[in-house]
């Protein structure tokens, strides 16, 4: 847990963004609401349905990070540092450091039958909306703020974190739902 220069960071998880972005705008928008809903092989979920759990989380999150740099009045930082805990959460989520599975909480799990376009659309705009959130993330302190995690308030991530374990959640399910989208070219 080495600390990394702050622009440097936001810079790369600014250029996953905008991949994960024209992933969807290129490939996702483009394809119909029954391929957008065609379940994996393997019985896993949709295109459409790993977009909305995204979704799910970006609905949670955004708002409290617009929130907390909005609010923030102090100097940016020239360092970031992961705290322990969202080294953990972060490394636990990342597709190259784990294939473990896990069971999504409650809040966030899909419905079946999703409108594939509408969800493609509200997560093209959240990505949007995170670009935004991370170029104006340049001027606070990504180690001073603090961000609420979803399944407790009483657990806050370093907002460095939290954005990290937001964009390779991304990752995570925008890999799962390329595999489906293999599956449809067979």
């Not at 996953?16 to 609401?33: E, F, G, K």
């Not at 473990?100 to 409650?106: G, H, N, P, S, V």
């Not at 959240?126 to 009483?154: F, K, M, V, W, Y």
């Amino acid at each position: 847990m080495k600390a990394v220069i702050q622009h440097e960071l936001l810079e790369a998880l600014e250029s996953r963004v905008h991949h994960h972005l024209q992933q969807a705008i290129s490939t996702y928008q483009n394809l119909t609401d029954s391929e957008l809903n065609r379940r994996s092989a393997s019985g896993g979920w949709s295109i459409a349905q790993c977009l909305e759990h995204l979704n799910s989380y970006g609905d949670f999150y955004l708002p409290r990070i617009d929130q907390a740099i909005s609010a923030y009045q102090g100097k940016p930082a020239l360092t970031v540092k992961r705290g322990w805990l969202g080294n953990y959460f972060i490394n636990s989520m990342d597709p190259d450091l784990s294939t473990k599975r896990y069971q999504a909480f409650r809040g966030h799990l899909p419905a079946v039958s999703l409108n594939g376009h509408r969800v493609v659309g509200h997560f093209i705009a959240q990505q949007e909306r995170l670009l935004a959130l991370l170029r104006h993330s340049g001027r606070t302190d990504l180690n001073r703020i603090r961000i609420p995690i979803s399944i407790t308030c009483l657990i806050r991530l370093k907002l460095g974190d939290t954005l990290e374990f937001l964009i390779i959640h991304n990752e995570r399910h925008i890999r799962q739902a390329d595999r489906n989208l293999s599956q449809l070219h067979r």
